[in-house]
């Protein structure tokens, strides 16, 4: 089955800086990785997507990146707010969807 | 407001004392899972349920039950609670299968087994 890893699982930046957090998975079948954000407290909560026929998306601040023969993808952050600090989880899905096993991200205003 | 319903959203219970966490969904959504959520560990899922009295394993359904007789719910049973199984539980709904469809996510109920 699907398995995948997350890189970093903590990661601090400064306000203002940009945070990249990784993903690799195993499963060349899957094809939808989503991105969840997790607030303390709360349920995680889908914050942007990309599906396997796209190399790139991007969504204000956030984008995603897909390289589907390393079979990895990263979530980038650019212009950190301390409102961004939460646990973000990539996923990898083709019928079952696979968690990696996050990332802590703090933002030092 | 479409939303995933959980409840209760905290519980102390006693080691062997049957419980049911309820889940509810507004969106008509086909299919629903409950997910555990452990530190290091990500979100692992418990059972999955793909329609109405269509209910399969996930990766870790020991010690779980679940039903699924209508589709806007989806209860958790746990027959006779272990402390390991004190956790964060979260259930969730997506449109349907296939790999193109996200979750969304309940607000957890937090697990406590004594």
């Known amino acids: 089955g699907e398995n995948v890893e997350q890189h970093p699982s903590t990661l601090s930046v400064q306000e203002g800086d940009s945070a990249v957090i990784k993903c690799t998975y195993s499963?060349?079948?899957?094809?939808?990785f989503p991105w969840y954000k997790q607030e303390l407290g709360k349920g995680p909560q889908l914050i942007i997507d990309?599906?396997?026929?796209?190399g790139e998306k991007k969504d204000q601040r956030i984008a995603v990146t897909l390289n589907k023969t390393a079979k990895h993808f990263s979530l980038h952050i650019t212009e950190t707010q301390p409102e961004d600090s939460a646990v973000y989880f990539c996923?990898?899905?083709?019928?079952?969807?696979?968690f990696g096993a996050g990332t802590r991200l703090t933002v030092k205003p | 407001e479409a939303q995933v319903t959980q409840n209760p959203r905290y519980l102390i219970t006693v080691t062997g004392k049957k419980l049911t966490v309820t889940c509810s969904q507004n969106?008509?959504?086909?299919?629903m899972s409950w997910y555990r959520q452990d530190p290091g560990l990500g979100l692992r899922q418990i059972y999955y349920?793909?329609?109405?009295?269509?209910?399969d394993k996930g990766d870790v359904p020991e010690g779980y039950k679940v039903s699924r007789k209508e589709k806007r719910n989806f209860p958790l049973i746990l027959e006779s609670p272990s402390p390991n199984q004190t956790s964060l539980y979260f259930c969730?709904?997506?449109?349907?299968?296939?790999?193109?469809?996200?979750?969304?996510f309940g607000s957890g109920t937090r697990l406590t087994v004594v």
């Open positions: 969730a709904s997506r449109k349907g299968t296939g790999g193109i469809y996200g979750y969304t």
């Open positions: 499963d060349s079948a899957s094809n939808y």
């Open positions: 990309i599906r396997s026929n796209v």
């Open positions: 996923a990898a899905s083709d019928n079952d969807m696979r």
């Open positions: 969106m008509n959504h086909e299919y």
């Open positions: 349920s793909m329609n109405v009295e269509v209910t």
